[in-house]
């Protein structure tokens, strides 16, 4: 299986910050690269699929960049509604494997 | 909008079964694959199984293979997951998920129900 590693694991932020959160694969995945939102006691949200292009519907703010194994999510200007957790996901191959999640919390 | 509604949950002991159903509306459901995903109490995202658009093909984490069958109704939109001989690691929030528009992103999951709990303990 394709291991996904994120980091950091948590991360403080202010309002009007800017955060990337990097997300590495164990192999190649070429841009086969998602990334989803959480926030507790809910389902996650798409945000970003092919490593840089956004969900229908997802605010600019979000952006996503990357290739082979080495991926970023960059949030600018957070709001108090962007402190969630985030994970990225590889469709690369099977099966599809999550990052263990990062999450965002308020400084 | 995509709306998917998942129903089932429960407790439940180990070695016992129990089905999840997810009824899909504000899409073509009999074109798009459609997946489950689970996540147990505090613990990050796992992908459990995939439907293909017309059932003809599924695949499983090895995690859950040969115990849970995915299925699908086309003419009632509606996505299933039988479980059996359940273990107490498959407690989780079970998510279901639309699989992206191409053959690309069948893999991936552009939206999600709002997950149905299921504990297995005796």
């Known amino acids: 299986d394709i291991q996904m590693t994120q980091s950091p694991s948590s991360l403080s932020a202010s309002v009007g910050d800017r955060v990337t959160i990097t997300c590495r694969a164990s192999?190649?995945?070429?841009?086969?690269l998602a990334w989803f939102q959480q926030k507790p006691g809910k389902a996650p949200k798409s945000l970003i699929y092919?490593?840089?292009s956004l969900q229908s519907g997802v605010p600019s703010k979000f952006s996503g960049s990357g290739s082979g194994t080495d991926f970023t999510l960059t949030i600018s200007s957070l709001q108090p509604e962007d402190f969630a957790t985030y994970y990225c996901q590889q469709y690369h191959r099977y099966p599809p494997t999550f990052g263990q999640g990062t999450k965002l919390e308020i400084k | 909008q995509v709306q998917l509604v998942e129903s089932g949950g429960g407790v439940v002991q180990p070695g016992r079964s129990l089905r999840l159903s997810c009824a899909a509306s504000?899409?073509?459901?009999?074109?798009?694959?459609m997946h489950w995903v689970r996540q147990a109490p505090g613990k990050g995202l796992e992908w459990v199984a995939l439907?293909?658009?017309?059932?003809?093909?599924?695949y499983y984490a090895d995690s859950v293979e040969g115990r849970f069958t995915i299925s699908r109704d086309n003419s009632k939109n509606t996505l299933y997951l039988q479980m059996s001989s359940l273990r107490t690691e498959d407690t989780a929030v079970y998510f279901c998920?639309?699989?992206?528009?191409?053959?690309?992103?069948?893999?991936?999951?552009?939206?999600w129900g709002q997950g149905t709990l299921v504990t297995v303990s005796s």
């Open positions: 439907i293909s658009y017309d059932g003809s093909n599924k």
């Open positions: 998920a639309k699989a992206g528009d191409s053959s690309a992103t069948t893999r991936t999951f552009y939206s």
């Open positions: 192999q190649g995945i070429y841009i086969y």
């Open positions: 504000g899409f073509t459901f009999s074109g798009y694959g």
């Open positions: 092919a490593a840089s």
